[in-house]
């Protein structure tokens, strides 16, 4: 009972490593994806790191727009991306770029990759409503706070901030 105890430990990691990042043949856009949940390790992975490394290295944050009194109530953020998409070819990078600054420390974010029918193994998009990527959804205590789809209105950081002043105490 000790040694199967202990093999789990162990594997638990492995098996759980191999559900992300996974890759497949997208008939639809055909051509090669990322597909179900996914990091930046993935993004970063041959086939998608060209448009990923390049626009994340490219982008500056504007952290200007950061109020350091505004508390951080995000429990997590959702981000349904594909990865034969403009759209999230462009915003996703920048997305991660912003989330990696300090002022977001703590923050949970989870990447979904979807097919070119906006569907993925990993997660129900329809109980999501995502109709278009990349779409990021912003959760307090489960509840969704508001969502930024395709493209922000003005910056992905304004509108964060945006949101962020919207709900302050």
Request: aromatic share 16%; net charge negative; charged share 25%.
């Amino acid at each position: 009972m000790k040694s199967l105890f202990i093999f789990l430990v162990f594997m638990t990691p492995v098996l759980l490593s191999a559900q992300i990042n996974k890759t497949g043949y997208d008939e639809v856009k055909d051509q090669e994806i990322l597909i179900g949940e996914c990091n930046q390790e993935g993004l970063r992975s041959p086939g998608f790191s060209e448009w990923f490394d390049t626009e994340y290295a490219s982008y500056e944050v504007n952290d200007v727009q950061f109020n350091p009194n505004y508390k951080i109530p995000f429990d997590s953020v959702y981000v349904f991306l594909g990865t034969w998409c403009s759209d999230s070819q462009r915003e996703v990078p920048r997305f991660c770029k912003i989330m990696d600054n300090e002022y977001f420390a703590g923050t949970y974010v989870r990447y979904f990759a979807l097919d070119g029918n906006k569907h993925t193994d990993a997660i129900d998009t329809k109980e999501f409503y995502v109709d278009y990527v990349p779409t990021f959804i912003f959760y307090y205590k489960g509840n969704e706070l508001c969502r930024i789809i395709e493209a922000p209105k003005l910056s992905l950081e304004e509108d964060i901030m945006d949101l962020l002043s919207r709900i302050q105490p």
